[in-house]
């Protein structure tokens, strides 16, 4: 007999199986269909929490009522990636898009959103996956954002 603890849930998986029990009593059939397919589900999961690093997929998955490696298997070939690849794309889709702002997003707060408690963390994650620190990408981005506006406004660039 195990002597385990079961991890407790965090804000984010309370959400999550929230939204989850909530399309289960859904009276929308598109909604409630949704939990049809365990592997969409999850996708969708994923994607409304932007792959969120406190979302463990095993909670997720049990709320669904299936085996976590039979899930994976199934968001694979239904997916066409790995469940933390999805999740990475998630994370790095927000980053992306509040880094291109101008002005841009704090990266405390980008930070925070994908629930990383240091920006540390946050920083070195975007690193490993873009080769580059979040300010220099968000910087580059947002300059050509700039240059297209000023070349769909007329301006031509200095030589």
């Known amino acids: 007999m195990s002597n385990r603890v079961p991890e407790e849930l965090s804000p984010i998986e309370k959400q999550a199986i929230e939204r989850i029990r909530a399309l289960r009593f ?10 049809k397919n365990p592997a969409r589900a999850m996708h969708n999961i994923i994607l409304t929490f932007h792959g969120h690093v406190k979302l463990r997929m095993a909670p997720i998955a049990n709320e669904l009522g299936v085996e976590m490696r039979t899930l994976e298997r199934a968001f694979n070939e239904e997916i066409g990636k790995t469940m933390l690849q999805c999740q990475i794309d998630a994370r790095l889709g927000l980053a992306h898009s509040l880094l291109s702002m101008i002005p841009p997003t704090k990266l405390s707060v980008i930070a925070n959103l994908l629930g990383y408690d240091e920006v540390r963390d946050f920083a070195r994650f975007f690193h490993k996956h873009m080769h580059e620190t979040p300010s220099a990408w968000g910087r580059r981005e947002r300059e050509k954002t700039k240059k297209r506006e000023r070349l769909a406004s007329g301006v031509r660039e200095p030589i």
């Open 26 to 35: 859904s009276h929308e059939e598109d909604l409630s269909s949704i939990l």
